[in-house]
């Protein structure tokens, strides 16, 4: 089991930046964020593969996000910059242990609690 434990939302301005953090309590091969708006779909958002570094980008957030991590710290942050209030979601950290699939929330086995984002105009 491993358990994710998100950090650093908030509500902001649009424009503003906010930086997310998430923590696992053991390794990881795959690590996401996804967020869910009222009344939305969950949907990804950004992705890492942990061991080779490789990165992905939902297209309404590419150029803005920016997705990394701590292996040491068995952490993954996501600095969100230029937020607009389209981004205001619940935000959930996720992780798979053994592959990275494609970026929907059944190829992730272990998630975090949310953390919620609002973005004002």
């Not at 996804?34 to 958002?45: A, I, S, T």
């Amino acid at each position: 089991q491993v358990k994710l434990v998100e950090s650093g939302g908030g509500s902001v301005q649009a424009g503003g930046s906010l930086r997310l953090s998430c923590a696992a309590s053991g390794n990881t091969y795959c690590m996401a964020w996804f967020r869910q708006g009222l009344g939305k779909e969950r949907e990804g958002v950004a992705g890492i593969h942990t061991a080779g570094r490789h990165t992905y980008y939902a297209d309404s957030v590419k150029g803005r996000f920016t997705i990394s991590q701590d292996n040491a710290k068995k952490s993954m942050y996501l600095q969100m910059n230029s937020l607009q209030p389209e981004d205001t979601a619940m935000y959930y950290c996720a992780a798979d242990r053994y592959r990275c699939g494609t970026m929907l929330p059944v190829n992730f086995n272990y998630w975090g609690q949310g953390t919620q984002v609002t973005v004002s105009s």
